[in-house]
Each structure stands twice: as structure tokens, then as C-alpha cells.
């Protein structure tokens, strides 16, 4: 009896034995080669023998897309001379920032001060130190930011549009403010219009 349970166990070690030795050296067919293998690339690799392989790479972002940290750009361009298509059409766009906290609001309020203070006033009447009751050396009166009906029905999107691109006798900001810089400004003044 011993014996046979010692023949049948030296059996399947030598049939265990003998299977695992041949060993499938080949993976077989691939079912998406694109995808079993790589042809991911290092970013400042050299690429200049990608072209006699077959690979179009051309190391740019593809048209459109925006970078990390960039908000949306604005959808209007600057009309030309004697054009309001796109002042008009910019009234469709809302301001992307629906609030501001406590810190950004105070920053609002000071780049307001800086960038539209002087000639719009602290109080946002058009009365600022260049324009000073008509007294001040800026003779033309800027635009009542608040109490004017004009300015508090004026869309966000319109306001940003004036502010980057300039209207009538304001100049561009859009060197001193970024955009994300100018929304919260207009997001301020909407603000201060409500109240």
C-alpha cells in the first residue's frame, strides 16, 4: 500500500515536472498594438527621427486648447473702427466669477482704486481726481458707474469687453489687468450697483 502511494506521488511530480518546462516564449497575437506598445515620447527629447519612422509629432499643443491656470479666453475680438458688432454681441457673455470671497474683494476693491479710481471716483460716481467736478485737468466727465442707468443695466460681458479692447475716450487695460484681474473688477462694480 505504501508502495503505491509512493509510485503514484514520484508520478505527478515527474508529470508536474515535465509541464512546467515548456514555457511560452511568445505573447501570441495582439488584439491593439497601439496600445501594447508605447510610443510615448519624452518631452525634450530629441524628435527629429520621429518623421523617418513614420510618426507625425510636431511638439505643440493642438489649436485651441488652453494651458493649465488660463481661464476661457473672451469670445470677441476688437471691432474695427466704426464697428459695434462685437460690443453688442459681448453682452451674451457672463462673468465667470459668480462671488468673491472676503480676501479677492478687498483685492478687487484695490485694483478698482489703482486701474479705474482715477477717473471714476472711490464712489463710482465719474467724479475722480482727474475729473474733480470739472475742475480737474480731465475736462470730459467719465461714465457714473452707479446711479447712471446706462451703466448699472450695462451687461458683464460688455463691460469686459470696454475694459480690454477700450471705448470712446478710455483707453485698453488689458496691460495693467490680467482677465482674471479685470472680471473681478466688473464683479466689484456689479456689486456695488446692487447696493
Known sequence: MMKKYLIISFLVAVVALVSCTDVKRT??????????YSRAYETYADHSNLAAKGINYDNRPVAGTIARGQEMPFPYAMDAPGDTTNYYASRSVLNPIDSLSERDAKEAERLYLVNCGICHGAKLNGNGPLY????GPYAAKPATLVGDIKYESMPAGQMFYSVAYGKNLMGS???????????????????????
Open 27 to 36: 505573447p501570441g497575437s495582439i488584439y491593439m498594438p497601439d496600445m501594447a
Open 132 to 135: 474733480k467736478d470739472g475742475n
Open 173 to 195: 487695460y488689458a496691460s495693467q489687468l490680467n482677465k482674471r484681474q479685470r472680471w473681478m473688477v466688473i464683479k466689484y462694480i456689479k456689486d456695488k450697483q446692487k447696493k
